[in-house]
């Protein structure tokens, strides 16, 4: 399917001003238009389509590069490849063939010491691919570290399945989230080579997927998608120590059926925590309590259409990627109760994430 960019109002306006950029992935089998750009609207928050590639399939996430003109995605098959992108221009254009990573299924890429690092969740490992100094990449992956494990749920905990992976805020640890083994896995990268350091156990059947940490760096807060909860941890960078210190709900009582929390962001003033739940189309609101040792619930409010997979927040502004509804919506957030106001949407068929440039 070709991706077709929406006339809308919000997208003639923000072509006019928008000065930043957002990338956003979607799962091509499923008829999404691959990798986009879009320019941001400093004002309003809204996104305007700018170009659009398709010849890697289902490139379901995406990690830009600290000088904005590389972006790398995963192809989230089971074949699992992982591919770079020059966006320096409108349009994304493919920088040498993808590259395998030795996993099935890679839902999630960080950018750490000169590699992309994968989370390859139907393998349940973790991959780390050497970059060139011109970003490209170079050819074949460096290791593959395999998680092992299980948890009690009988249906989504058989095994390994690593979601998530990225560096620690201090530069020096990988950290992974694996959602088969409850548990955080801190690694560190020498010589191309991953090399095990910790393995923090969470509740059993708590089934973690992502972690987003406090900007000071000293607190992980990491999303339990089998529970509806976050899992507040103290981080200890000169250790390579996470320990776990409460659980805090994302959504006010039991849910209506089951819920699947998906993204997790934290705001860069380090007040607020904005969680997405799938099967209930929320977008949670948690204040920041106890200098970020814990977390209040404040409110939820509709994520602004169906399935939110993933969110990400900037300059006064929240997004989500709506994948069964096939949208990108953006919210302009309240300074001081950190709830989002919906403004606005652009047509994304089967979108994925979205991160901001």
């Known amino acids: 399917m070709r991706y077709r960019r929406p006339d809308r109002p919000s997208d003639r306006e923000g072509a006019a001003v928008g000065r930043r950029r957002a990338f956003i992935g979607s799962f091509t089998a499923a008829g999404g238009p691959g990798v986009l750009v879009a320019a941001v609207d400093d004002d309003t928050g809204a996104l305007t389509v700018l170009g659009a590639a398709d010849d890697v399939p289902d490139p379901s ?3 830009l590069a600290a000088d904005g003109n590389t972006l790398y995605a995963v192809s989230e098959t089971a074949q699992g490849a992982v591919a ?6 409108d349009k994304p ?3 040498g ?13 960080g950018l750490f010491a000169g590699h992309v690092l994968t989370a390859n969740y139907g393998s349940g490992s973790v991959t780390a691919v050497p970059v060139r100094a011109d970003g490209t990449l170079a050819g074949s992956a460096s290791d593959v570290l395999q998680h092992t494990g299980s948890g009690p749920h009988p249906a989504r905990q058989r095994g390994p399945h690593a979601h998530q992976v990225q560096p620690d805020p201090s530069g020096r640890w990988v950290v992974g989230v694996d959602l088969g083994t409850d548990s955080v896995h801190v690694c560190a990268l020498r010589d191309g080579g991953l090399v095990p350091h910790r393995e923090t156990a969470l509740r059993p059947g708590s089934g973690p997927r992502h972690l987003a940490f406090h ?16 899992t507040v941890c103290r981080w ?9 210190l409460r659980e805090t709900p994302v959504l006010r009582g039991a849910p209506d059926g089951d819920a699947y929390p998906s993204g997790i962001v934290a705001s860069p003033d380090g007040r607020f925590v904005w969680t997405a739940t799938r099967g209930q189309d929320a977008v949670s609101v948690l204040a920041v309590d106890d200098a970020g040792a814990a977390l209040r619930l404040v409110d939820t409010v ?4 169906h399935w939110p997979r993933a969110l990400a927040a900037s300059d006064g ?4 990627a709506n994948e069964r509804s096939g949208d990108v919506t953006w919210f302009a957030l309240d300074p001081d109760t950190g709830i989002p106001r919906r403004t606005g949407s652009i047509e994304v068929p089967a979108v994925s994430c979205v991160i901001l440039g």
């Open 215 to 230: 900007p000071d760096g000293s607190y992980a807060y990491v999303l339990n998608e089998l529970a509806p909860t976050v």
């Open 236 to 244: 200890d960078a000169a250790e390579g120590l996470l320990t776990p």
């Open 302 to 305: 509709p994520c602004g259409g």
């Open 317 to 320: 502004f929240l997004y989500t």
């Open 93 to 95: 254009e493919l920088a």
């Open 97 to 109: 063939p993808p590259v395998p990573v030795g996993g099935s299924g890679p839902t999630h890429l």
């Open 84 to 89: 770079a992108y020059r966006v320096s221009g």
């Open 61 to 63: 996430y995406l990690a």
